[in-house]
T-cell receptor, first 116, second 108 residues
Framework: DSGVTQTPKHLITATGQRVTLRCSPR?????VYWYQQSLDQGLQFLIH???????AKGNILERFSAQQFPDLHSELNLSSLELGDSALYFC???????????????FGPGTRLTVL | GQNIDQPTEMTATEGAIVQINCTYQ??????LFWYQQHAGEAPTFLSY????GLEEKGRFSSFLSRSKGYSYLLLKELQMKDSASYLC?????????FGSGTKLNVKP
């Protein structure tokens, strides 16, 4: 158990819908990262938040958005869902998030999203 | 662009040594990571290199050559539980780029 929690574990929805994935970092960690893992694309970095502020943005679609709240938990919002959005979404946390952002990331168990 | 290349699959025998290679081209490079991921589970951190050289951690070691854009993960005394995917990831300008992973099959 990494100490990172993600809810829900599984989510099944239809195309065009909107969902929210939630992540609680390890106690004391200020950074939250979101990743998407699909069979054909491997693990893709989406976005990084540090202490409530966006720090870096990767291959995140405009239909997706995220935020980190004052209590440091984070939510990833996915809208206008398409079949291709079906994937495992991981959240990871780390202690710091300074300019180098190179401290160890601990991954949560993931949320499996299925879009029908 | 950012290119991370690693072999798709490797097979090795229990008790043996295996080396998994990774090449990368990452702008603003500031670190190379290795993760282990068992099927259906989350990745777990194995190692981090930012300077050239070898970092040893028990049965696992990781090497980095920044000038060559090259890293490897060395696993010694292989155990059946080491059967998993091994992900190479580089960090550049605070963004993370993962390879597709190397599936390691350890056979008795």
């Amino acid at each position: 158990d990494s100490g990172v929690t993600q809810t829900p574990k599984h989510l099944i929805t239809a195309t065009g819908q909107r969902v929210t994935l939630r992540c609680s970092p390890r106690s004391g960690d200020l950074s939250v990262y979101w990743y998407q893992q699909s069979l054909d694309q491997g693990l893709q970095f989406l976005i990084h938040y540090y202490n409530g502020e966006e720090r870096a943005k990767g291959n995140i679609l405009e239909r997706f958005s995220a935020q980190q709240f004052p209590d440091l938990h984070s939510e990833l919002n996915l809208s206008s869902l398409e079949l291709g959005d079906s994937a495992l979404y991981f959240c990871a946390s780390s202690v710091s998030g300074g300019p180098t952002s190179t401290d160890t990331q601990y991954f949560g168990p993931g949320t499996r999203l299925t879009v029908l | 662009g950012q290119n991370i290349d690693q072999p798709t699959e490797m097979t090795a025998t229990e008790g043996a040594i295996v080396q998994i290679n990774c090449t990368y081209q990452t702008s603003g490079f500031n670190g190379l990571f290795w993760y282990q991921q068992h099927a259906g589970e989350a990745p777990t951190f194995l190692s981090y290199n930012v300077l050239d050289g070898l970092e040893e951690k028990g049965r696992f070691s990781s090497f980095l050559s920044r000038s060559k854009g090259y890293s490897y993960l060395l696993l010694k005394e292989l155990q059946m539980k080491d059967s998993a995917s091994y992900l190479c990831a580089s960090c550049g300008f605070n963004k993370f780029y993962f390879g597709s992973g190397t599936k390691l099959n350890v056979k008795p």
